[in-house]
């Protein structure tokens, strides 16, 4: 098992900013590829921002390019999403994920064995 626990979701206006944090061990922070991923009421849980051990690469998807930043700080033994300029399409529970680092490309929610609880974010219009 791999502990993972996620907080800083909330209620925010459109164009606003809020800033989640998933508290790991730093063994899981240097070790695994991680991640964040996001599911809203009806879809497919899908990958948002992922840090890859595997090759040391930072992944965004195309939709929160520009907007959000993903970081790890291993002092603190947090994976942090900074999110900016927030969409109402934003609003969905946000998970932390950890995987064994097989591979580079790490927003593949389907590779991922170890799951947080979950966040909830609301984006209004």
């Known amino acids: 098992q791999v502990p993972l626990v996620e907080s800083g979701g909330g209620l925010v206006q459109a164009g606003g900013s809020l800033r989640l944090s998933c508290a790991a061990s730093?063994?899981?922070?240097?070790?695994?590829?991680i991640g964040w991923f996001r599911q809203a009421p009806g879809k497919e849980r899908e990958g948002v921002a992922c840090i890859s051990n595997k090759d040391g690469g930072t992944y965004y998807a195309d939709f929160v390019k520009g907007r959000f930043t993903i970081s790890r700080d291993y002092a603190e033994s947090t994976l942090t999403l900074q999110m900016n300029s927030l969409k109402p399409e934003d609003t969905a529970v946000y998970f932390c994920g950890a995987d064994d680092p097989r591979i580079s490309k790490c927003l593949n929610h389907h590779e991922y064995d170890y799951w947080g609880q979950g966040t909830q974010v609301t984006v209004s219009s």
């Open positions: 730093r063994f899981a922070l240097g070790y695994y590829n």
